[in-house]
């Protein structure tokens, strides 16, 4: 069974700081993996989308990496900001369509 | 766009009660989940529909877990009848392809008495 960690389980960094969220997996036999915020009572957001052959995706100050042969995702977010603030979630897709979460990162970004 | 609608936002109840969910998915997103996710915890799958079929259930507490899509539009999550640990967030999302991006709801949080 695929586990996903997410290390580490909180984060607070001062507001302008550039960050890395990790997010490892024990079974490299995915589909696509993906990121997500959350805000306190909130559903989730989609922030990207990485598909297995591809290497990485950025979106405005967001950059996510894939490294499937090590089992592993970095988040990288670029000059913090407060409203970053939230928890990050990592999910992959593996075969049989089943998706496995991580238990997210708990980021607080301090002005 | 519109996005993932879901209701309520909050339910309380008892338990041995019964309650249901519902979903309506982003127009034209032939798949559909719901997630359950506990606090401090990340969401778990419970089942997924591809238009009004089930495509994996193999998570959900089929003894008082229901969950139709009988349209393959709007979907219903059914719990009959609730246990304390029930008490989660239901999070329901919707994606065109399979393996395409999960777009998710707002969620409904659950609290059973």
């Known amino acids: 069974k695929q586990e996903v960690t997410q290390i580490p389980a909180a984060l607070s960094v001062p507001e302008g700081e550039n960050l890395v969220l990790n997010c490892s997996f024990t079974d490299s036999a995915i589909y696509n993996l993906q990121w997500f915020r959350q805000d306190p009572g909130k559903g989730l957001t989609s922030l990207l989308l990485?598909?297995?052959?591809?290497r990485e995706q950025t979106s405005g100050r967001l950059n996510a990496s894939l490294d499937k042969s090590s089992g592993r995702s970095t988040l990288y977010i670029a000059a913090s900001q407060p409203g970053d603030s939230a928890t990050y979630l990592c999910a992959v897709r593996v075969t049989g369509n089943q998706f496995y979460f991580g238990t997210g990162t708990s980021l607080t970004v301090i002005p | 766009e519109a996005g993932v609608a879901q209701s309520p936002r909050y339910k309380i109840i008892e338990k041995r009660q019964s309650v249901a969910f519902w979903c309506n998915p982003i127009?034209?997103?032939?798949?559909l989940y719901w997630y359950q996710q506990i606090l401090g915890q990340g969401p778990k799958l419970l089942i997924q529909f591809q238009n009004n079929g089930v495509v994996d259930d193999s998570q959900l507490p089929k003894d008082r877990f229901s969950a139709e899509r009988l349209k393959g539009v709007d979907s219903t999550l059914k719990i009959q009848p609730a246990k304390l640990e029930d008490s989660a967030v239901y999070l329901c999302?919707?994606?065109?392809?399979?393996?395409?991006?999960?777009?998710f709801g707002p969620g409904t949080r659950l609290t059973v008495l």
């Open positions: 127009s034209g997103h032939a798949t």
């Open positions: 999302a919707s994606s065109l392809p399979h393996w395409d991006e999960q777009f």
């Open positions: 990485i598909q297995s052959s591809q």
